[in-house]
């Protein structure tokens, strides 16, 4: 998985364990272990309470797939991401296939709450209006007394910008562009969100974005999370193959 979300393919890293470890295994063998895993560590995470600032970017971005027959903007799916300003934690991804409707946005915004377990104090988005909806019936935003601020960057960008959540995206661009699309987005954005939160590790502060939450993973990061989330046996998925891939 280190490697995988690193950069290579999953034919080089075949080729890597068979030149430096003498490991024969299949391409095919290490996608399913990297999809399952992925699986198994992020229903772990979501169980975790991150220490966040209160303040989240949301913004929506298009991931290349496999599907469609190529017709304009078929072969590309939304990703949306809810990221904690300070700590740049990763509150949510969803895939929403084609649509950026108002239940989206609502089912993008109720996945941050479940992983944060506390309403934010203020929402930055961008123009897309079934943001504000979406946050509206998140979090009951009636009336005059609302019980989270939603900025939208529209005719604010002197004061206020979405760049943490458009920083991420690049990441996120850069890992899928070498891939030429792939056919299950959701369960590589759940591994992709695992690597990001727990793994990977900021230029300047030397620390992940869930170290900078008050969440310490000890030793090897990967071995930690898949760990800890084995021992929370009604957390793991059953493997959609006949043979269990090995630990």
Request: hydrophobic fraction near 30%; charged fraction near 30%.
């Amino acid at each position: 998985m280190d490697c995988y979300y690193k950069g290579l393919s999953y034919r080089d890293i075949s080729d890597q364990f068979k030149q430096f470890y003498g490991l024969e295994l299949s391409h095919e063998t290490i996608r399913q272990w990297v999809l399952h895993f992925g699986k198994v560590m992020e229903r772990y995470a979501k169980t975790l309470t991150p220490q966040t600032s209160g303040t989240w970017n949301a913004d929506e971005t298009m991931i290349r797939t496999k599907k469609g027959n190529r017709r304009i903007g078929a072969d590309y799916e939304y990703v949306w991401n809810v990221v904690d300003h300070d700590t740049k934690f990763l509150l949510a991804s969803i895939n929403s296939g084609h649509a950026r409707g108002i239940k989206d946005a609502k089912i993008v915004m109720q996945e941050a709450l479940q992983q944060n377990k506390q309403n934010p104090e203020h929402i930055i988005t961008d123009r897309l209006p079934s943001y504000q909806e979406g946050i509206r019936k998140t979090f009951k935003n009636w009336g005059a007394e609302r019980k989270v601020k939603h900025t939208s960057i529209v005719g604010h960008r002197k004061q206020i910008n979405n760049n943490v959540a458009e920083n991420h995206h690049t990441h996120q661009k850069e890992f899928h562009k070498v891939r030429r699309g792939v056919n299950e987005v959701q369960s590589y954005q759940d591994g992709f969100k695992v690597f990001h939160n727990f793994v990977r590790k900021g230029v300047k502060d030397k620390l992940t974005p869930a170290e900078r939450c008050g969440i310490d993973m000890k030793g090897n990061r990967w071995e930690t999370m898949l760990l800890n989330s084995l021992k929370v046996p009604q957390l793991t998925p059953k493997p959609e193959t006949t043979k269990s891939p090995a630990v």
